[in-house]
C-alpha cells in the first residue's frame, strides 16, 4: 500500500519522513490553528469558507497568514492527488513557528509551521434514522472558542466523559444556555421552527452550520439564530449535532431522556435529503 503524502514547509514527503523541532510552539504550547475540510470527488467542500475561517483564526492569535487562498487552493489541490482523489479528508495547521528557547512571550516575525494531510472519508449513513445519544456537560473552555485552535485538551476531556457514559458527543452548558457539541454545532426544533446558537466568542463558526442555514432559507424552512436555554435543549422536538465530520446527526437520546419519539424527525429527514442533494450537485461541479 502506498504511503500517505503530507505537506509541510513548502514540500510533499511521505508522512514518515515529516518532522518538526521540539522547540516547536505548536509542540510546547499548542500555539497555532487548524481546520478540517471534507474532500468529495477530488474535489474541497466549501474550501473558500474554511480559508476564510482560517484567515480568522490566525488574524484572532497575530498570525499573519503565510499563503494566499490560491497558493491554499494549490497546495491543497496537489495534497489530494496525490493521495489518491476521491473521498478525503484533509486536516491542515498553522503554528507560531520554532523559538529559540522556551517562553510564553513571542516574537511576530517568527516563520510559522505549515503542515497539511489527507486521510480516508467515511461519510455518514443518512438513511440511519436510528440517531446517536448525547449528554449535557459543563463548558470548561475558555473565552475565545471562536478561534479553531489546536489547544483542545478541554474538548477531548468533555468528549471523553461522553464516551464513558455511553454516548457518541458531549453537549456543552455555559450559563444555562446551549452553546455547542464538544466537535460540533448544535441545533433544535421547536414548534416548527429551526433554531441554532448565535455566532459569538463562545462557539465556533461552523462551515457546516452555515450551510444548513443557507438550505432552511433557500427552502422555506423555519430557521433562526437563538439562545438555546438548557430547557430549551431538554424539551426540543428534535436536536441535530453538525460539523465537517458528521454531517448533520440527529440525536435522539439527551442523558437520560428520549428526544421526540426517540427516532430521527421529520425536519432532519428533510433537511438531510437537502444536504445529500446539494453534495451531489457538488460532486457534479454544479455548486461550488
Same mark, same amino acid.
Given at each position: 500500500?502506498?504511503?500517505?503524502?503530507?505537506?509541510?514547509?513548502?514540500?510533499?514527503?511521505?508522512?514518515?519522513?515529516?518532522?518538526?523541532?521540539?522547540?516547536?510552539?505548536?509542540?510546547?504550547?499548542?500555539?497555532?490553528?487548524? /481546520?478540517?475540510?471534507?474532500?468529495?470527488?477530488?474535489?474541497?467542500?466549501?474550501?473558500?469558507?474554511? $480559508?476564510?475561517?482560517?484567515?480568522?483564526?490566525?488574524?484572532?492569535?497575530?498570525?499573519?497568514?503565510?499563503?494566499?487562498?490560491?497558493?491554499?487552493?494549490?497546495?491543497?489541490?496537489?495534497?489530494?492527488?496525490?493521495?489518491?482523489?476521491?473521498?478525503?479528508?484533509?486536516?491542515?495547521?498553522?503554528?507560531?513557528?520554532?523559538?529559540?528557547?522556551?517562553?510564553?512571550?513571542?516574537?511576530?516575525?517568527?516563520?510559522?509551521?505549515?503542515?497539511?494531510?489527507?486521510?480516508?472519508?467515511?461519510?455518514?449513513?443518512?438513511?440511519?434514522?436510528?440517531?446517536?445519544?448525547?449528554?449535557?456537560?459543563?463548558?470548561?473552555?475558555?473565552?475565545?472558542?471562536?478561534?479553531?485552535?489546536?489547544?483542545?485538551?478541554?474538548?477531548?476531556?468533555?468528549?471523553?466523559?461522553?464516551?464513558?457514559?455511553?454516548?457518541? /458527543?458531549?453537549?456543552?452548558?455555559?450559563?444555562?444556555?446551549?452553546? /455547542?457539541?464538544?466537535?460540533?454545532?448544535?441545533?433544535?426544533?421547536?414548534?416548527?421552527?429551526? $433554531?441554532?446558537?448565535?455566532?459569538?466568542?463562545?462557539?465556533?463558526?461552523?462551515?457546516?452550520?452555515?450551510? $444548513?442555514?443557507?438550505?432552511?432559507?433557500?427552502?422555506?424552512?423555519?430557521?433562526?439564530?437563538?439562545?438555546?436555554?438548557?430547557?430549551?435543549?431538554?424539551?426540543?422536538? /428534535?436536536?441535530?449535532?453538525?460539523?465537517?465530520?458528521?454531517?448533520?446527526?440527529?440525536?435522539?437520546?439527551?442523558?437520560?431522556?428520549?428526544?421526540?419519539?426517540?427516532?430521527?424527525?421529520?425536519?432532519?429527514?428533510?433537511?438531510?435529503?437537502?444536504?445529500?442533494?446539494?453534495?451531489?450537485?457538488?460532486?457534479?461541479?454544479?455548486?461550488?
Amino acid at each position: 500500500m502506498a504511503e500517505d503524502i503530507v505537506y509541510l514547509n513548502g514540500s510533499f514527503l511521505p508522512i514518515n519522513e515529516a518532522y518538526i523541532s521540539v522547540m516547536d510552539r505548536g509542540f510546547m504550547f499548542g500555539d497555532g490553528v487548524y /481546520e478540517l475540510i471534507p474532500v468529495y470527488s477530488g474535489r474541497a467542500f466549501r474550501l473558500q469558507h474554511h $480559508l476564510q475561517r482560517l484567515e480568522q483564526s490566525l488574524q484572532a492569535i497575530h498570525i499573519d497568514n503565510p499563503l494566499k487562498h490560491t497558493q491554499w487552493q494549490d497546495i491543497l489541490t496537489t495534497l489530494i492527488e496525490y493521495n489518491g482523489g476521491g473521498d478525503q479528508s484533509l486536516y491542515l495547521q498553522i503554528t507560531r513557528g520554532v523559538a529559540a528557547r522556551r517562553e510564553h512571550a513571542f516574537v511576530k516575525e517568527m516563520q510559522p509551521t505549515i503542515f497539511a494531510m489527507s486521510s480516508p472519508l467515511t461519510e455518514p449513513d443518512h438513511a440511519n434514522q436510528t440517531g446517536t445519544t448525547a449528554v449535557t456537560v459543563n463548558d470548561i473552555r475558555w473565552q475565545c472558542c471562536n478561534i479553531k485552535a489546536i489547544t483542545l485538551l478541554p474538548n477531548i476531556l468533555m468528549r471523553q466523559q461522553a464516551l464513558e457514559a455511553g454516548a457518541s /458527543e458531549a453537549i456543552l452548558l455555559r450559563d444555562g444556555h446551549a452553546t /455547542e457539541g464538544s466537535a460540533s454545532n448544535i441545533f433544535i426544533v421547536r414548534a416548527g421552527m429551526v $433554531l441554532t446558537p448565535p455566532k459569538s466568542n463562545l462557539l465556533l463558526p461552523g462551515i457546516t452550520r452555515d450551510l $444548513l442555514m443557507e438550505l432552511c432559507q433557500a427552502n422555506n424552512i423555519p430557521c433562526r439564530e437563538a439562545d438555546i436555554s438548557e430547557a430549551d435543549l431538554r424539551n426540543a422536538d /428534535e436536536i441535530w449535532i453538525t460539523s465537517s465530520a458528521r454531517d448533520v446527526a440527529a440525536v435522539v437520546k439527551l442523558d437520560d431522556q428520549t428526544i421526540g419519539n426517540g427516532q430521527a424527525g421529520p425536519f432532519w429527514q428533510r433537511i438531510c435529503a437537502l444536504y445529500a442533494a446539494y453534495k451531489q450537485d457538488f460532486r457534479a461541479g454544479k455548486v461550488s
